[in-house]
């Protein structure tokens, strides 16, 4: 009775902060978001239209779930900044509450099933830290990657509004509002924050910064110096594009000759724990020897220090840096 007491608790508890960190608004608070922004739409305030511009720019307020995840988590500055290299609507309070609903989840199911219950809470929490940070990887990862299959593109856009007359400023509007996807949401913010006073090297360096490319740093100071030193912004940028899009052919080119080696290893890299996994679920008993005997513990962990080892270098055999 009491293992079914627990799960019930546990996964109204998960159920609840799940629904906290995800559920939308409420209808009186969107009503007077509403009423604020129509307010300073209309607002005749040079301080009040300034003051709109920039809360569009940097986002909503902060909720109290943020608040309590900024107090709890560490470095919250880089979880934010991470956060918003997704280009979702993420917050650190909704992190937060999955990172702890995926450990109680997590650490709840591993103890009924007859695991140790510390090992189950070291378990428990480090797929709750480490499943969101990888969703967050991944979600910054593909963006990243839209964003430099479509660079080069906004690039030539930009060119070919220098050579009709248009100044770089209006360029990167126009950029802004025809490119669709990654690539026109940072045009458009580095536009706004123009805006708003923001010089043209501080708005670009501030997207740099969170977008982390080598390709958009290199765009930043090809920018710079042209500004400092002079000449022909457009064929200098028409350059550009063309070494980016050599760069990203080179990529794609790595990538398709060591998929292979890849491939196999991830294969054999996952292969002991899949085997572990059936084993533990066709006899749990037999398995939990293996977190018992002294022995057995030994060795587990010398096979996941070298298996560690060979994925590093494995990883360091097939990244180039181009």
């Known amino acids: 009775m009491l293992p079914l007491m627990l799960i019930a608790v546990g996964g109204l508890v998960t159920l609840g902060m799940i629904l906290f960190a995800f559920a939308g608004p409420s209808a009186q608070k969107a009503t007077n978001r509403r009423l604020i922004a129509v307010r300073e739409r209309h607002s005749t305030s040079a301080e009040g239209a300034m ?183 457009a064929e200098t940028l028409q350059n550009l594009a063309s070494v980016l899009r050599s760069r990203m052919q080179m990529k794609l080119k790595i990538r398709a000759m060591s998929s292979e080696s890849k491939a196999s290893a991830y294969i054999i890299g996952a292969l002991p724990f899949i085997v572990f996994a059936l084993l533990w679920t066709i006899n749990g008993a037999y398995m939990a020897k293996f977190f018992v005997d002294p022995r057995l513990i030994v060795i587990g962990i010398g096979g996941l220090l070298w298996m560690s080892m060979g994925a590093f270098i494995m990883a360091k055999m097939v990244s180039f840096e181009i």
């Open 51 to 233: 003051e709109a511009q920039m809360r569009r720019i940097t986002g909503r307020n902060q909720t109290k779930a943020d608040k309590a995840a900024m107090r709890l988590l560490p470095n919250t500055a880089e979880l934010q900044k991470r956060l918003n290299m997704t280009g979702k609507t993420w917050t650190v309070g909704q992190y937060g509450m999955v990172t702890l609903a995926l450990a109680i989840v997590v650490t709840l199911i591993l103890a009924l099933r007859g695991l140790p219950f510390l090992l189950a809470l070291f378990l428990g929490l480090a797929i709750g830290a480490g499943l969101p940070h990888m969703l967050v990887s991944r979600a910054i990862k593909k963006r990243v990657a839209r964003f430099t299959a479509k660079f080069p593109d906004a690039i030539e856009l930009l060119v070919r509004g220098l050579r009709s007359g248009l100044p770089i400023s209006e360029t990167m509007s126009v950029v802004g509002s025809e490119v669709e996807g990654p690539v026109g949401e940072e045009f458009r913010s580095v536009s706004d924050k123009m805006k708003i006073g923001r010089s043209m090297e501080v708005a670009l360096q501030e997207t740099a910064d969170r977008l982390g490319t080598p390709e958009f740093q290199f765009f930043v100071i090809t920018i710079a110096i042209q500004r400092e030193t002079g000449g022909n912004l």
